[in-house]
């Protein structure tokens, strides 16, 4: 059962865009032990098969170590790993069908992009946790829509669910974020494309230190 008090702090996403097959586990391995609390596998370039492989191995190694393991898109591959729960954005299946087919336990997250009224639309729904960004220019996403440190305040007073940011995070501006509401702060680069990836997660969950 997902435990879904625990969203908060370091969300790593391992995107097989930067982690080749035989650095995925070793790296998520490390990401872990640097302190990140949420794993999500984001895969755009593999097999079913393969997608299915790496998603069981990833979803045993984060119960082996307490992380909670989010499957980005996919509802159907979140249920057959038995992932704690699955990440949806504006193209994907409904919050609705999601919840019909995961169950009331998993957690359900939404990407908001910089719409409150739809992070408050998705609340209503169920979601388990909102997105937001991108907060800062991006190299995986340089098209994104921004997001600001207001929209994070404004989201703050009106949910009650646990806020995500993205979007070119690093440790020196993931502060101000968590400042203006964050409770989790996503990233993909700056802990994968990272050469000690284990240090590069810390940097990040140590700016939960206090919370």
Do not use: W
């Amino acid at each position: 059962m997902a435990n879904k008090s625990r969203l908060a702090g370091l969300y790593a996403i391992a995107d097989t865009q930067y982690l080749d097959d035989a650095r995925l586990l070793p790296a998520v391995s490390e990401a872990i032990a640097g302190g990140a609390r949420v794993i999500q596998y984001r895969d755009k370039k593999h097999t079913a098969e393969k997608r299915m492989q790496q998603a069981k191995d990833l979803a045993a190694l984060c119960r082996q170590h307490g992380a909670l393991f989010i499957v980005n898109d996919d509802v159907e591959l979140a249920k057959q790993v038995r992932a704690d729960g699955v990440h949806l954005g504006r193209e994907d299946v409904s919050l609705a069908q999601a919840r019909t087919q995961l169950g009331p336990q998993a957690i359900i997250g939404v990407s908001c992009y910089n719409k409150l009224a739809r992070a408050v639309r998705a609340q209503t729904e169920g979601a388990d946790y909102v997105a937001f960004g991108s907060f800062f220019p991006s190299r995986t996403k340089p098209q994104a829509v921004q997001a600001s440190l207001d929209l994070l305040r404004e989201a703050k007073k009106k949910l009650r669910i646990p806020i995500v940011a993205i979007g070119g995070i690093t440790p020196e501006n993931g502060a101000s974020l968590i400042a203006a509401g964050a409770d989790a702060l996503a990233v993909i680069e700056g802990v994968f494309g990272q050469a000690d990836v284990r240090a590069a997660a810390q940097r990040y969950a140590s700016l939960f230190k206090n919370r």
